[in-house]
């Protein structure tokens, strides 16, 4: 199946921010170059107020390089 970078950033971001957060913006960096092969993505959350979730991400190449990185803010379900 072929995701596009975003789609896949996005998605990866969307696990670590938590069931039921809605995206509220996104910026995504790419590389210069384009790459073949599988990619590795590594999403973290930065910091979480009690309605928001501030969340990095990152897909790399087999060979380590930087395919694609991108920081998003997702506002949290409040009861």
């Given at each position: 199946?072929?995701?596009?970078?975003?789609?896949?950033?996005?998605?990866?971001?969307?696990?670590?921010?938590?069931?039921?957060?809605?995206?509220?913006?996104?910026t995504?960096?790419?590389?210069?170059?384009?790459?073949e092969?599988?990619?590795?993505?590594?999403?973290?959350?930065?910091?979480?107020?009690r309605?928001?979730?501030?969340?990095?991400?990152?897909?790399?190449?087999?060979?380590?390089?930087?395919?694609?990185?991108?920081?998003?803010?997702?506002?949290?379900?409040?009861?």
């Amino acid at each position: 199946m072929d995701t596009s970078l975003s789609a896949q950033l996005e998605a990866a971001l969307r696990d670590v921010a938590g069931d039921g957060s809605a995206l509220t913006s996104m910026t995504i960096d790419f590389a210069a170059e384009a790459g073949e092969g599988a990619l590795e993505q590594k999403a973290w959350v930065e910091r979480a107020t009690r309605s928001l979730v501030f969340a990095q991400g990152e897909l790399r190449r087999p060979n380590g390089s930087l395919a694609a990185s991108a920081s998003a803010v997702f506002r949290r379900a409040v009861d």
